[in-house]
Nanobody
Framework: VPLVESGGGSVQAGGSLNLSCTKS????????MAWFRQPQGGEREGVAT???????TYADSVKGRFIISKDNDKNTLFLQMDNLNPDDTAMYFC????????????????????WGQGTQVVVSA
């Protein structure tokens, strides 16, 4: 079940972007959801994750700058990114896994089955 990300773009350092992830007919409520990113030529890394009850965890590199949230009624996952810097430049992906398979917050990409195609974020100095 592919997810669809949006909201990427080009910003200057210190700027903000708000990414969204949704899929029509896909109810987010029972899923663990996460954001990952992959810089060009680099490895995919976990950024933030949220569980069905709203608990969250973040990579150290984004703590205090990024906020993950979801609107279950709108079936949409968000990633508010503030104080962006060039190191945040990457393709950003959302991912989902059912709570019957995953039972804890994880930033390990191998734990997630459902993925979007990604949205590009470019931060210039």
């Amino acid at each position: 079940v592919p997810l669809v990300e949006s909201g990427g773009g080009s910003v200057q350092a210190g700027g903000s972007l708000n990414l969204s992830c949704t899929k029509s007919g896909f109810t987010l409520r029972p899923y663990f959801m996460a954001w990952f990113r992959q810089p060009q030529g680099g490895e995919r890394e976990g950024v933030a994750t949220i569980d069905p009850d709203g608990a969250t965890t973040y990579a150290d590199s984004v703590k205090g700058r990024f906020i993950i949230s979801k609107d279950n009624d709108k079936n949409t996952l968000f990633l508010q990114m503030d104080n962006l810097n060039p190191d945040d430049t990457a393709m950003y992906f959302c991912a989902a896994e059912t709570s019957s398979v995953l039972c804890y917050l994880s930033l390990d990409s191998a734990r997630y089955t459902y993925w979007g195609q990604g949205t590009q974020v470019v931060v210039s100095a």
